[in-house]
């Protein structure tokens, strides 16, 4: 079993779309794949490959990035060196993806169905437009968890859930001691004036595995603690792993 770790990191405000690199790698030259946000939705204000960058285009990505109401953008795997000069043109005339070549290489597409601010499902298509899979969110019946369903065209349905359940036992037992953690964190921004708030902020547990069965060894994991993915290569198509850590990313920027 081979498994890689990888992380989904912003481009620079001037630029649009996340890289996904090599864990320990911040160098733009050694990213394994670039995601590029489009309409609907999209987040950063397209601009002319190759074109100077203007103030307001920086000021429209900014004001875009904010806005948690927009519709969800539809999401383009590439390669790394692909549309270095913006956003990508993420489909063709008639809807249909685009094609290999048209701003790099792509390996996926990723599109909101129907495409709302927060969509239940999404289709991840090949370049070609054929269906790889798709992937869903919700909530767990049971346990209320927010849920992530990757359906495959091929292949059984893996599950995730936000918060492993030792981490969600293992919160319950120490929720008692949130409220000295609420103390402590309002002391501390009463004295900082809110600069070290984040620091010692508690939140519910957020690492996700997912899973072809209960207690099957995981095909995909988020460390948040890290802020890595960690990926069975066996056990789950490449594309369809780039496809849900992309839509985990924006989720997790969302809020």
Not at 113 to 124: G, N
Not at 176 to 194: E, K, R
């Amino acid at each position: 079993m081979r498994r890689s770790a990888f992380t989904v990191q912003e481009c620079e405000l001037w630029d649009s779309g996340w890289l996904v690199l090599p864990v320990g790698e911040h160098r733009r030259a050694h990213a394994l794949a670039r995601v590029l946000p489009g309409a609907p939705g999209t987040f950063a204000a397209p601009r002319a490959a190759g074109g100077p960058v203007t103030v307001r285009e920086v000021e429209a990505r900014v004001e875009k990035s904010a806005g948690r109401n927009d519709d969800h953008p539809v999401l383009t795997v590439c390669a790394p060196d692909a549309a270095d000069g913006g956003a990508a043109d993420t489909g063709t005339a008639d809807g249909a993806p685009a094609p290999a070549g048209a701003g790099g290489d792509v390996r996926c597409v990723v599109r909101p169905e129907p495409p709302l601010a927060r969509p239940r499902s999404f289709a991840v298509l090949d370049a070609d437009g054929r269906p790889l899979g798709r992937i869903g969110t919700g909530r767990s019946r049971w346990t209320g968890r927010v849920r992530w369903r990757i359906e495959p065209v091929t292949g059984g349905a893996v599950v995730g859930h936000r918060g492993t359940l030792a981490g969600w036992l293992a919160f319950g037992a120490l929720l008692p001691l949130w409220f000295l953690f609420a103390g402590v964190s309002l002391l501390a921004a009463l004295v900082t004036l809110g600069h070290v708030t984040e620091l010692v902020v508690w939140s519910t547990p957020r690492r996700v595995v997912w899973r072809r069965a209960a207690g099957s060894r995981g095909v995909l994991g988020f460390r948040h603690g890290r802020g890595e993915y960690v990926w069975d290569e066996d056990g789950l198509d490449v594309r369809l792993a780039l496809a849900q850590a992309a839509l985990h990313t924006v989720d997790r920027l969302r809020g």
